[in-house]
């Protein structure tokens, strides 16, 4: 059974680098043909995708955020990460990892992490 | 990006049927796109429900009743998801995506009450 599980700093001050890990258990990042993605959630709002990271290492991402996000993975650790740069309180949300298959139905999530921009 | 529009709200009592919109923007042709489904309950990550393109390509999450199913309206340029025999757990907020060009899409949601 796979699992996603998020880690990171809870709190982020305004203009600084927000930077989570997702960690994979249950199989191997690099074998098969999924999408490593970061999605998140602003407190009583809905979905946004943020990007993802195809197994063969492409990249995608939103193109409202794009100018400020990076995925990586680190096959080593069986981890993917984001990185969104100059955050400001807008950015406060939950953010989810989640896998999807070529198919395109997103099968595992992470139970998520709330991150707040605050001073 | 496109945008999705869903209703913000829905209801509907226990054992009737539910029926969830998802419109797309004019320039976006439904009957060129899978319409995915997701279920998302206070505290929780969304659950994947289903996926429909048309009646011969279309497919059910793991363990999702067979109670949800999936339409289009193409007359509308609308993806539907349908709710059969309501149960008080359906109560949840849901959301439709697209997959177009690299980029997954959501909708703003519905919160549906079982009433």
Redesign the interface.
């Known amino acids: 059974q796979v699992q996603l599980q998020e880690s990171g700093p809870g709190l982020v001050k305004p203009s600084q680098t927000l930077s989570l890990t997702c960690t994979v258990s249950g199989g191997s990042i690099s074998s098969g043909d999924y999408y490593w993605s970061w999605i998140r959630q602003p407190p009583g709002k809905g979905l946004e995708w943020i990007g993802y990271i195809y197994y063969s290492g492409s990249t995608y991402y939103n193109p409202s955020l794009k100018s400020r996000v990076t995925i990586s993975v680190d096959t080593s650790k069986n981890q993917f990460s984001l990185k969104l740069s100059s955050v400001t309180a807008a950015d406060t949300a939950v953010y989810y990892c989640a896998r999807a298959p070529a198919t395109g139905d997103i099968d595992y999530w992470g139970q998520g992490t709330l991150v707040t921009v605050s001073s | ?1 496109p945008v999705l529009t869903q209703p913000p709200s829905s209801s509907a009592s226990p054992g009737e049927s539910a029926r969830l919109t998802c419109t797309l923007p004019s320039d976006i042709n439904v009957g060129s796109y ?1 319409i ?1 489904w ?1 279920q ?1 309950k206070p505290g ?5 429900l289903l ?1 429909y393109y048309s009646d011969s390509d279309k ?1 059910q ?2 363990g999702v009743p067979s109670r949800f199913s999936g339409s289009k309206d193409a007359s509308a340029n609308t993806g539907i998801l349908l709710i059969s025999g309501l149960q008080s757990e359906d109560e949840a907020d849901y ?1 439709c ?1 697209i ?1 177009p060009s ?8 519905t919160k549906l009450t079982v009433l």
């Open positions: 990006q899978n995915y997701y998302q929780s990550p969304p659950r994947y996926y497919g999450g793991s959301y995506m997959w690299n980029a997954w899409v959501f909708g703003g949601g």
